[in-house]
C-alpha cells in the first residue's frame, strides 16, 4: 500500500534560517504529491503540489520537487519567519479511476525562534 | 468562493451516545471525504464520497458510517462513541476523484468523556 514518511520533529530554527522538511513515499503508479501546513487549533491548508516527476510546487516561498528516482518531495524555504511556525504534512493521492483517500506522513511540528 | 464548512465545530458527548458531524464542500465539488486527526495515528483517511456513492473506506469500525446528499452536502455519524473516538475529525472536498487538490475545512473537534 501507499505510505509517507517525514521527519517528526519538533525542528526548531532561528529566524532567517534554512528550511528543509524531508519526506520519502512509497506508491504504485504516479502519485500526486502535496504538502498541507496545519496552524494551532486550525484544519489542513493546502500549501503546495505537484502532479508529475520533475513537477516543482511552489507557494509563500515554499518549493518541494518531485523526485521520481528517489521517489522524495522535500520542502524547502530558503528563510523562515516566526509566522511559518505550524505543523507541515507530507501526503500523497494516488491515480487512477477509483477515489483515493490521501495517505499523510505522520507531520513535522516546526517551530521558528525569532 | 466559501471553503469547505463544518458544523458544528466544537462537541462534547458521553460514551456510548451517538454523534452526526455536517460537512458542506466547495460549491461545485462533488467529492467529499473524511478523516480523523488524533496525536496518537496521526490523519486517518475514514471514507470517501461521490455523487452520494461511498467509493472507498478506511481501515474503522462499522460504527463510522457517512453519507452524501444530493447537494454533494456530506454527513458523517459515529454510533456508541468511545473515550478513543476523541479526535479532530476533518472534511475535505474536490471537484473530481484520483488525483484532483483536496482542500480541507477547519475540522469538528469531538471530546468524548
Known amino acids: 500500500g501507499n505510505s509517507v514518511t517525514q521527519m517528526e520533529g519538533p525542528v526548531t530554527l532561528s529566524e532567517e534560517a534554512f528550511l528543509t522538511i524531508n519526506c520519502t513515499y512509497t506508491?504504485?503508479?504516479?502519485?500526486?504529491l502535496f504538502w498541507y501546513v496545519q496552524y494551532p487549533g486550525e484544519g489542513l491548508q493546502l500549501l503546495l503540489k505537484?502532479?508529475?516527476?520533475?513537477d516543482k510546487g511552489s507557494n509563500k516561498g515554499f518549493e518541494a520537487t518531485y523526485r521520481k528516482e528517489t521517489t522524495s518531495f522535500h520542502l524547502e524555504k530558503g528563510s523562515v519567519q516566526v509566522s511559518d511556525s505550524a505543523v507541515y504534512f507530507c501526503?500523497?493521492?494516488?491515480?487512477?479511476?477509483?477515489?483515493?483517500?490521501?495517505?499523510f506522513g505522520k507531520g513535522t511540528h516546526l517551530i521558528i525562534q525569532p | 468562493k466559501a471553503g469547505v464548512t463544518q458544523t458544528p465545530r466544537y462537541l462534547i458527548k458521553t460514551r456510548g451516545q451517538q454523534v452526526t458531524l455536517s460537512c458542506s464542500p466547495i460549491?461545485?465539488?462533488?467529492?467529499v471525504s473524511w478523516y480523523q486527526q488524533t496525536p496518537g495515528q496521526g490523519l486517518q483517511f475514514l471514507f470517501e464520497?461521490?455523487?452520494?456513492?461511498?467509493?472507498n473506506k478506511g481501515n474503522f469500525p462499522g460504527r463510522f458510517s457517512g453519507r452524501q446528499f444530493s447537494n454533494s452536502r456530506s454527513e458523517m455519524n459515529v454510533s456508541t462513541l468511545e473515550l478513543g473516538d476523541s479526535a479532530l475529525y476533518l472534511c475535505?472536498?474536490?471537484f473530481g476523484q484520483g488525483g484532483n487538490t483536496i482542500y480541507f475545512g477547519e475540522g469538528s473537534w469531538l471530546t468524548v468523556v
Open positions: 475535505a472536498s474536490s
Open positions: 506508491a504504485t503508479g504516479y502519485p500526486s
Open positions: 505537484a502532479t508529475k516527476a520533475d
Open positions: 501526503a500523497l493521492s494516488g491515480r487512477g479511476g477509483g477515489a483515493d483517500g490521501l495517505t
Open positions: 460549491s461545485g465539488h462533488r467529492s
Open positions: 464520497y461521490f455523487s452520494e456513492t461511498q467509493r
